[in-house]
């Protein structure tokens, strides 16, 4: 029903800035309130969510880890979710999965998303 495509990682330094991006698509993907989230997963490590935002944009939230440094922000237009990531540092380094659901609460971090995409990696030199 939704597809998510994801680009824009990366080898940066310590200090730098690189900006993701999820492409979505869906027969209804614009009729339905969907909820949209940035994870990201390094090796041995458990996915965390970084971000996330209400496709409309209204409502935003933050990991701990990443609050002053990264936004989440979208396209509606053309249905791109992007995720802006300044001040990167080495304990970055991982997996970044763009996610959506019908159901999950932006302000939950526990909520579940139904829809991914394949992932890109982002490696942050020191």
């Known amino acids: 029903q939704v597809q998510l495509v994801e680009s824009g990682g990366g080898l940066v330094q310590s200090g730098g800035s690189l900006r993701l991006s999820c492409a979505a698509s869906?027969?209804?993907?614009?009729?339905?309130?969907?909820?949209m989230g940035w994870f990201r997963q390094a090796p041995g490590k458990n996915r965390d969510i970084v971000a996330a935002?209400?496709?409309?944009?209204?409502?935003?939230n933050y990991a701990d880890s990443v609050k002053g440094r990264f936004t989440i922000s979208r396209d509606n237009a053309n249905n791109t979710l992007y995720l802006q990531m300044n001040s990167l540092k080495p304990e970055d380094t991982a997996v970044y999965y763009c996610?959506?659901?019908?159901?999950?609460?932006?302000?939950?971090?526990?909520?579940?998303?139904?829809?991914w995409g394949q992932g890109t990696q982002v490696t942050v030199s020191s």
């Open positions: 869906g027969r209804t993907f614009s009729s339905y309130p969907m909820t």
């Open positions: 996610a959506a659901s019908f159901i999950a609460s932006v302000l939950d971090p526990q909520s579940e998303y139904d829809y």
């Open positions: 935002m209400s496709w409309t944009g209204e409502i935003t």
